[in-house]
């Protein structure tokens, strides 16, 4: 059965999506929700009228954000930063942490390229390498990723499952294991935070930061960066006006000072205060916060397990549950993926991804079994 009692019931109703499209991609991009929608209006309107726009108000929009951020996350809203993609939180990571000469940065192999780029221009000035673990098997990373942590591991900059395939990592045993050994751990989260728990405390991430597009349900240009504490002291990659200390009296703003705003708040992005953005951003939140990240993860997995025992009658192959992330389902086809495949099925409003050898299939609350029905129908 595709849904049971037990399960979050479709939340179809809720989005932009006509009954004869079959949008399983929300690891491409979630669409928005009417409510989300009806956010940014309203964020855009306060902005219509700047003479109601207060002072206060650059500073309310921001910290509602930051507080149901942090409420998601499970964190102090204090270690919470906004920014608006992961690259920016990741160059806020990057220049924080120190990377000796001969140092390792361990990654893992197709890594998604913002999770790269900026470790490789890292070791590139600090005489450091990167580290690049391949999987060896169908596994998970876990054990390659743990493999790969030794006495030269500066930093560990992994995700808590593969962009690609959905395979997880252990974040709680790589975390223990970076701690023992010195280095520091980095997370991008932009393709599990909001479909898939994880505890903070126990994993204890120096840096981790995720888009909001995706999983988090909000528009593009917003995210949040985590902050341990041991790390708010620390030197942002901007200096804004808004994130100084007493900010909040416009008429001082020049009386210029050393001090920041406390906490995360010190690596905010310049001009966050954009109600459309970080209203639609909220209200993202807030639908996932009304049903729990365990809950969803639940019904995700729900979902993608019936997908792929279907899949599975037609030859099509996935990991299971626990190798791979309840969210993602990478069915592969056990030869070439036949030509064309992702544009014959979007002629048919079917939209999924491929990724290497394998199809992408990410369905969220918005999916029922009608847009499961067409997908094996089309695949058959």
């Not at 608006?84 to 990377?99: Q, R």
């Not at 998970?140 to 942590?149: E, P, R």
């Amino acid at each position: 059965m595709w849904a049971d009692a037990s399960m979050i019931a479709c939340q179809r109703d809720r989005f932009v999506i006509p009954a004869d499209v079959h949008y399983l991609n929300c690891a491409y991009m979630a669409p928005l929700s009417h409510d989300v929608i009806a956010a940014m209006d309203e964020g855009a309107r306060a902005k219509a009228s700047p003479w109601r726009y207060k002072p206060a108000d650059f500073f309310t929009v921001s910290e509602h954000f930051r507080e149901r951020a942090a409420s998601l996350a499970g964190v102090p809203q204090d270690c919470v930063a906004i920014v608006p993609s992961a690259s920016y939180g990741l160059a806020v990571a990057a220049a924080n942490l120190p990377l000796g000469r001969g140092q390792e940065v361990v990654t893992l192999a197709g890594q998604f390229p913002s999770n790269v780029y900026v470790w490789q221009d890292l070791a590139a000035r600090c005489g450091g390498r990167m580290r690049i673990v391949e999987r060896p098997s169908q596994d998970c990373w876990t054990a390659a990723v743990l493999d790969a942590i030794g006495a030269d591991t500066g930093i560990v900059a992994v995700p808590h499952c593969h962009w690609a395939d959905g395979r997880v990592v252990d974040l709680v045993a790589v975390g223990t294991k970076a701690r023992k050994l010195g280095a520091a751990l980095v997370l991008d989260l932009t393709q599990s935070l909001g479909a898939m728990p994880l505890d903070f405390t126990a994993v204890d991430p120096d840096f981790a930061v995720a888009a909001c597009y995706k999983w988090l349900m909000g528009p593009y240009g917003t995210g949040m960066l985590y902050v341990a504490p041991r790390h708010l002291a620390g030197r942002p990659i901007e200096h804004n006006w808004i994130n100084r200390a007493g900010s909040e009296d416009f008429a001082r703003l020049v009386d210029y000072r050393e001090d920041f705003q406390p906490g995360a708040r010190r690596f905010d992005m310049g001009e966050k205060a954009n109600p459309p953005l970080l209203m639609g951003a909220s209200a993202g939140l807030d639908f996932l916060l009304e049903f729990g990240v365990k809950a969803i993860a639940e019904t995700l997995a729900a979902q993608t397990e019936a997908i792929a025992a279907r899949a599975a009658m037609l030859g099509m192959e996935a990991a299971p549950l626990g190798v791979r992330a309840p969210h993602f389902l990478s069915l592969g086809f056990g030869g070439d993926v036949p030509a064309g495949l992702t544009e014959r099925l979007a002629a048919r409003e079917i939209y999924v991804s491929l990724r290497g050898q394998s199809l992408r299939v990410t369905p969220h609350l918005y999916n029922n079994e009608a847009d499961a029905d067409a997908l094996i129908a089309a695949l058959g």
